[in-house]
């Protein structure tokens, strides 16, 4: 049993308060002997001098010798009426070397003079006071040795500790037996458990089921449940994920080769004579450029892997532009939707340009479809500053607000969509491209009033190690 585990604590606790408790039952036996070992010697030498007294006569030397020696004393002075009588008597073997006065000792008094009788090893003579019995007298007196009383203790202390000790072991080894099978059995219980559950996380069986019958292990398993039960979920979760990345994996291909031919297309329509054509088409290539970075960056995030920013400064309010006149021109009916921007026109930003149009678009275009599914007409706006540590960009709505566990999910995969048929991924995508540029995404509020969420990109961005790319003229 090491010391090191609650069993030998426990048991090192338990010998030690055993110890400490036969001590406080020790030293009060003890003194409480020697007390009434002192006041028998007393009553001895009363019963031998009254014995004397009521003769009236002399008795012989050898007489009084046997009753001091049946006292088991030298003297005996009784004070009777004022005066102080010697009744018996005998040669003393040396000096009295202490006075002992049981009519005024106290408690402490009492165990300090045991334990002083106790330890002494040398015979020597003190003298004993008490009141007699039957309040034959005022006092008596006697003189004694402590070579016999010191036996006498040491013989009942013995005796006391054996007794004692048979006690505490059988105490010592219920408590023991008590607190293995109530504390350390249910504790073992719930080890086991987290180890087969360590072996195989995503098995759900290995789940604890709190029935421990003490208040605070049963609060340990019930939070020991929570722990593995949201554990399970995530790893669940992150499977599902890592399995939308597989399957990303094997249609990106075809995909990208898809929009490529639709981008070599679009590429044809810069010749068109049509001049409405020509405008649009710089436009169309771009979209198609950004589904391919998608389509190539969702594999990314299924595993975890987002790319890093490429930053580069870029004005805001164009970015905006586009933002918005990619989701008008989505807006269904048309114009029941009403976009606005509060951007300065001079206001120039550092961030990677698609993956911060990314964001927006996603927020632009989840404000658009609340309020169109509302079947009334609402506003989005974009605006957005600067101060000395950092650009601010907020994108609010005049929609229904977001229910209360979209706002409890907000930001996690799966979990965050109020629409029917969404994934939940947008928001935490956005979340994820964000905190890459070292900022933050928001919900600053979200009421019957509408909704407003709020991004941060600080300035300084020398701690992040990212690839900056020059200006575009």
Not at 297 to 319: I, Q
Not at 426 to 435: K, N, P
Request: some cysteine; proline content about 5%.
């Amino acid at each position: 049993m090491r010391l090191n585990t609650i069993s030998g604590r426990f048991a090192l606790l338990t010998t030690m308060f055993v110890i400490l408790a036969e001590l406080f039952i020790l030293l009060p036996s003890l003194a409480g002997f020697r007390l009434d070992y002192l006041e028998s010697r007393l009553e001895r030498a009363q019963i031998a001098s009254l014995a004397l007294l009521a003769t009236d006569e002399s008795i012989a030397l050898d007489l009084e010798s046997e009753l001091l020696e049946t006292a088991g004393v030298f003297n005996v002075v009784l004070r009777r009426d004022d005066i102080r009588q010697l009744v018996l008597s005998s040669p003393i073997p040396g000096p009295i070397a202490a006075t002992y006065d049981l009519r005024s000792e106290g408690v402490l008094q009492t165990i300090d003079d045991s334990l002083a009788a106790l330890f002494d090893p040398q015979n020597r003579v003190i003298r004993v006071i008490g009141a007699p019995v039957n309040q034959a007298g005022q006092l008596i007196e006697i003189t004694m040795q402590t070579a016999p009383l010191r036996e006498a203790m040491v013989e009942y202390g013995l005796r006391l500790l054996a007794v004692s000790a048979a006690f505490s072991i059988l105490t010592a080894v219920l408590l023991f037996t008590a607190a293995q099978r109530l504390i350390l059995a249910p504790i073992r219980r719930v080890i086991s458990h987290m180890t087969a559950y360590a072996s195989a996380p995503e098995d759900a069986r290995h789940i604890i089921i709190p029935d421990a019958r003490l208040a605070e292990l049963r609060d340990a398993e019930t939070a020991l449940q929570s722990m593995q039960q949201t554990v399970t979920s995530s790893l669940k979760q992150k499977e599902r994920m890592a399995q939308l990345g597989q399957a990303v994996a094997k249609i990106s291909h075809d995909l990208r080769n898809i929009l490529t031919t639709a981008q070599i297309f679009a590429d044809r329509l810069e010749d068109s004579a049509d001049p409405k054509v020509r405008r649009a088409a710089p436009k169309l290539v771009n979209s198609i450029t950004r589904a391919v970075n998608l389509c190539e960056t969702t594999l990314a995030f299924g595993k975890a892997e987002e790319p890093a920013p490429t930053l580069s400064r870029f004005n805001l309010a164009k970015l905006a532009a586009e933002v918005i006149e990619a989701e008008s021109l989505a807006a269904e009916p048309a114009g029941r939707v009403e976009f606005l921007t509060d951007i300065p026109p001079s206001l120039m930003i550092r961030a990677d340009r698609d993956q911060l149009y990314r964001v927006l678009a996603n927020l632009a275009r989840n404000a658009r479809q609340a309020i169109e599914a509302t079947g009334q007409s609402g506003t989005v706006e974009i605006g957005a500053g600067e101060s000395e540590s950092d650009w601010w960009i907020k994108v609010c709505d005049t929609g229904p607000g977001l229910p209360d566990r979209a706002r409890e999910y907000l930001f996690k995969p799966f979990t965050g969509s109020t629409r029917r048929g969404g994934t939940g991924l947008g928001l935490t995508i956005a979340a994820d491209l964000i905190r890459g540029h070292g900022g933050r995404l928001d919900l600053l509020r979200s009421d019957a009033e509408g909704s407003q969420f709020c991004i941060q990109i600080p300035r300084g961005m020398a701690a992040l190690s990212m690839r900056a790319e020059p200006a575009p003229a």
